[in-house]
C-alpha cells in the first residue's frame, strides 16, 4: 500500500479467538460501578428491575450486531458497519450524506467509549486517596486521578504497542482478579445473612413516584445510563476483523459476556440494596461495595476490596481504550476521519488512535465531574446505538445488502426488534437523559456532549477534501492505478484474511 493510500481495515491482524475477544470484554461489569448508587436515588429498589431489563436490551441490540458482525467480517464493530451500510456505491457527488450519517455513527459509538477512561481514573484516583493515609496527606482526590490517569494510560499504550494478543493476555489476567471482587461482594452478603430483603421489598419505588410525563422522561433518561453500563458488551464485536474466525467466535464472544453482565448486574445492586438499603445507597452514592464489604468482612476486607477493584479498573479501561481507538482507525478506514488516526505499527496496534484518546481523555479528567462525564457519554451511546440498529434494518432490506452471506443470523423477523430499540434509543432515550441531565448538574454534560458530537461536522468535511486531494495525486501520478478511495470502501469484496 502507498503512502497516500487509505488504510484498510485488514490492516488489523486475525489474532484472537472467541475466549480472548470475551477476556478483553469482561471488563464490563465493572461499568456498573459509577451507576451502582445513582440509579436508586431515583428508582429505589427497582433499579434491580432497570439493571436486568437493560442487559436484556443488551441480548436484542446485540444479535442484530452479532449478525452484523459476521455479514461485514472486515468491518470493525458497530462503527464499521453503519459506515459500511450507510454510504453509497458508487457515489460520483462532493458529499455524501449516507457516509456522513454512518460515520456520524461512529463518532458518536467513539465518543461513548472513551469517557471510560476518564471516569475510571477519576474513580482510582478517588479510592487510593480513601485507602492510603499517606496520599491523602500528600494530594488532593483530583490530583490522584490526574496521576492515575497518566500512568494507567501510558502502562497499556505500551502493553497494546505489540498488538491486541498481549492485550488480551493481560485481559486474562486482570479479569480474574477484577470478576473476583464482583462475584464475592454479589454471594458473600447472601450467604453470610447480611441481606435484608426487606430494604428492598418495602422500598420499590420512592414514596413521591407518579406516573406523570416528569417521571416517564427520568426513566427514559435512566434507562439511557443504564444502557451505557448494561449493554457495553457489545464491545466483543467490535474485534470482528481481528477475530480467526468470526463467524462463530463474534456469537460467543458476545453472548457469553452477556449472561455474565445479567448475573452480575442484578445479584450486585441486589446484594448492596439489600445490606445497605435505599437510605445507605444514598448516603454513599460513589463507592456503595465499601460499606457492603466493611459490613460483610470488617476494615481489613474493605481494603482488600479496594485493591481488587482498583484492578478491575485497569481492566475496564483497558476495554475501553481498544475499543476507541478502533473506532477511531474504522472511521479513518472509511475515510471519515483524517487518515493519520489509521496508521497502525508494525504489530497492526493503531497507535495515533491510543495517543489521541489518551490525550483526549487527560482533558475530561480535568473536569473534575465523573458524573457530568457520564451523561456526555450516554448521550452518545443512545445515538451510536439508535443509528447502528437503523443499518441493521438497512442492512437486511436493501436489496444489494440482503443477499450478502450470513454465517450467523438472528432470529427471523429481527428486524422489527431492531427497529423498536432503534427508535427506543432515538429520541426516547436521548430525550430523557438531556432531561435527567438537566435536573441533576444543569446543562453542562448536555453541552459537553452536543459540541463534541458537533465537531466531527468540520473535521468529516477536511477529511473528505483529504480523501479527494489525495485521489487527484494518485491519479496524476499514476493514471491506470484504481481509485484508491474504492479500496477503502469496498471492505466486503476485498478477500477473507486467514
Known amino acids: 500500500m502507498s503512502e497516500n493510500s487509505l488504510p484498510l481495515a485488514n490492516d488489523l491482524k486475525r489474532s484472537i479467538d472467541w475466549k480472548q475477544g470475551l477476556s478483553i470484554s469482561l471488563g464490563v461489569p465493572l461499568l456498573i460501578l459509577p451507576s451502582l448508587g445513582y440509579i436508586p436515588m431515583y428508582l429505589s429498589a427497582a433499579a434491580i428491575v432497570i439493571w436486568g431489563l437493560s442487559v436484556i436490551q443488551g441480548f436484542m441490540q446485540n444479535a442484530a450486531y452479532a449478525e452484523m458482525a459476521t455479514t461485514f467480517p472486515k468491518a470493525s464493530g458497530l462503527p464499521g458497519y453503519a459506515q459500511h451500510i450507510f454510504r453509497t456505491e458508487n457515489y460520483k457527488g462532493k458529499y455524501d450524506k449516507g457516509k456522513l450519517i ?9 465518543f461513548a467509549w472513551n469517557p471510560v477512561l476518564a471516569i475510571f481514573s477519576i474513580l482510582v484516583g478517588g479510592y487510593l486517596h480513601g485507602l492510603f493515609p ?17 500512568v494507567i494510560f501510558t502502562g497499556l499504550f505500551v502493553v497494546n ?15 480474574a482478579v477484577s470478576l473476583l471482587p464482583l462475584v464475592i461482594l454479589s454471594v458473600a452478603p447472601f450467604a453470610t ?19 406523570d410525563m416528569h417521571h416517564v422522561l427520568i426513566l427514559f433518561g435512566i434507562f439511557a445510563i443504564a444502557q451505557w453500563s448494561a449493554c457495553g458488551w457489545e464491545t466483543a464485536a467490535i474485534y470482528g476483523p481481528e477475530y480467526k474466525n468470526p463467524a462463530k467466535d463474534v456469537p460467543k464472544a458476545l453472548f457469553a459476556c452477556g449472561t455474565i453482565c445479567f448475573f452480575s448486574y442484578v445479584l450486585v445492586q441486589t446484594a448492596v440494596i439489600g445490606v445497605l ?3 445507605g445507597v444514598a448516603a454513599e452514592p460513589i463507592s456503595p461495595l465499601i460499606p457492603v464489604a466493611q459490613a460483610v468482612f470488617g476494615n481489613a476486607g474493605s481494603v482488600i476490596t479496594i485493591i481488587m477493584l482498583i484492578a478491575a479498573m485497569v481492566l475496564i479501561i483497558q476495554t475501553a481504550y481498544l475499543g476507541s481507538s478502533r473506532a477511531m482507525h474504522s472511521m479513518s478506514a472509511e475515510g471519515n476521519l483524517p487518515k493519520v488516526f489509521g496508521k497502525t505499527n508494525r504489530h497492526g496496534t493503531p497507535f495515533v488512535a491510543l495517543l489521541v484518546t489518551a490525550a483526549f481523555n487527560m482533558v475530561l479528567i480535568s473536569m473534575g465531574s465523573m458524573a457530568a462525564i457520564l451523561a456526555a457519554a450516554a448521550i452518545g451511546y443512545t445515538c451510536a446505538n439508535g443509528i ?28 422489527h ?28 454534560s448536555t453541552w459537553l456532549g452536543f459540541i463534541v458530537l458537533a465537531l466531527y461536522i468540520p473535521i468529516w468535511f477536511y477529511s473528505q477534501g483529504e ?12 493514471p491506470s492505478d484504481q481509485d484508491p478511495d474504492s479500496d477503502a470502501a469496498d471492505l466486503d469484496k476485498l478477500p477473507t484474511m486467514t
Open 193 to 211: 445473612g447480611h441481606v435484608d430483603l426487606a430494604n428492598i421489598t418495602s422500598n420499590w419505588l420512592p414514596a413521591d413516584w407518579a406516573w
Open 388 to 415: 447502528s440498529l437503523f443499518a441493521y434494518v438497512k442492512a437486511v432490506k436493501h436489496p444489494n445488502l440482503a443477499k450478502l452471506e450470513r454465517p450467523f443470523r438472528a432470529p427471523r423477523g429481527w428486524k
Open 134 to 150: 499517606v496520599l491523602a496527606a500528600t494530594f488532593t482526590s483530583y490530583q490522584l486521578s490526574l496521576l492515575s490517569g497518566l
Open 161 to 175: 504497542w505489540f498488538g491486541l494478543k498481549d492485550g488480551a493476555i493481560l485481559g486474562y489476567v486482570l479479569a
Open 277 to 279: 438499603g435505599v437510605d
Open 467 to 478: 480523501s479527494r486531494r489525495s485521489k487527484r495525486r494518485r491519479a496524476s501520478a499514476h
Open 417 to 444: 426488534i431492531a427497529m423498536l430499540f432503534g427508535l427506543f434509543n432515538l429520541p426516547l432515550c436521548l430525550v430523557g437523559v438531556v432531561y435527567l441531565n438537566s435536573l441533576e448538574i444543569g446543562w453542562t
Open 102 to 110: 454512518g460515520g456520524f455513527s461512529a463518532w458518536s459509538y467513539w
